[in-house]
C-alpha cells in the first residue's frame, strides 16, 4: 500500500485554522514502512485533536498509524497484525531489519499503553500465524494489550473526536486574556 499522498493531505489540514480534528480510518494491509511511519510521526504531531478507527485490518506498518492518534478504537472484529519488518516477503535476519523493527516498536510503545519487550514478544512469535512470525490481535485482544485504547465504532470515534474538539476549544479559550492594550486603550473582557 502506498501512502505518500496523505502527507500534504495532514500538512493541509494542521495549517487550516476551519479543520479542528482529524478522524484516520484504516483498513490496510500494511505496506511501505518509511512512508507508513513518516506519515505516523505527522499524525502523532499535529497540533490538532486526532482519533484513529481501525474497521477492517491494521497489519504491520498500520500498527504505528492506528497508536499515532491521540486516541485510538478497534471494530470487534478488527485486527491487528503484528510483525517483524520485511525488505521482501521473508523475513531477513540482518542487523538493518532489527533496526526498523526497533524504530517500530519504539514508536508502537511510546504512543500506545504496551511496551516495547511485549511489542517484540508479539512480533517474533511463531506460533500463531500459519505462514509467517507474529501475532493476530483482534479487537478486544488489541485493547487488552495496551495497543489500542477502545474497542468502537465510527460512533464511538466521532463521539470522542468531538470531546477532544471542545477540550481544545476550552483550553485556547482559557488562554486567551481578560485584558489586552492596543496603542491608545485598555480593553477588558466581559461576560454576560
Given amino acids: 500500500t502506498k501512502y505518500e499522498h496523505l502527507l500534504p493531505?495532514?500538512?493541509?489540514?494542521?495549517?487550516?485554522?476551519?479543520?479542528?480534528?482529524?478522524?484516520?480510518?484504516?483498513?490496510?494491509?500494511?505496506?511501505?514502512?518509511?512512508a507508513g511511519l513518516g506519515i505516523a510521526e505527522m499524525i502523532a504531531s499535529l497540533g490538532k485533536p486526532t482519533v484513529s478507527l481501525v474497521l477492517g485490518g491494521s497489519h504491520s506498518i498500520g500498527g504505528p498509524l492506528a497508536v499515532s492518534a491521540d486516541y485510538s478504537f478497534i471494530v470487534p472484529s478488527g485486527t491487528m497484525i503484528i510483525h517483524p519488518v520485511r525488505s521482501s516477503g521473508m523475513f531477513i535476519g540482518v542487523i538493518q531489519s532489527y533496526r526498523n523493527m526497533e524504530r517500530i516498536t519504539r514508536f508502537i510503545a511510546t504512543h500506545s499503553h504496551i511496551s516495547q519487550e511485549r511489542i517484540v514478544e508479539l512480533m517474533l512469535d511463531s506460533t500463531?500465524?500459519?505462514?509467517?512470525?507474529g501475532t493476530m490481535l483482534e479487537g478486544e485482544e488489541a485493547v487488552r494489550e495496551g495497543m489500542i485504547d477502545e474497542v468502537g465504532g465510527i460512533h464511538e470515534a466521532f463521539q470522542k473526536l468531538h470531546e477532544l474538539i471542545d477540550e481544545e476549544r476550552r483550553k485556547k479559550k482559557q488562554e486567551k486574556p481578560d485584558h489586552f492594550f492596543d496603542d491608545t486603550k485598555w480593553y477588558t473582557k466581559i461576560s454576560m
Avoid: H, P, S
Fill in 128 to 133: 500463531q500465524l500459519v505462514k509467517d512470525v
Fill in 9 to 34: 493531505r495532514l500538512a493541509e489540514a494542521e495549517e487550516n485554522d476551519e479543520i479542528e480534528g482529524v478522524l484516520i480510518l484504516l483498513n490496510t494491509m500494511g505496506g511501505d514502512v518509511e
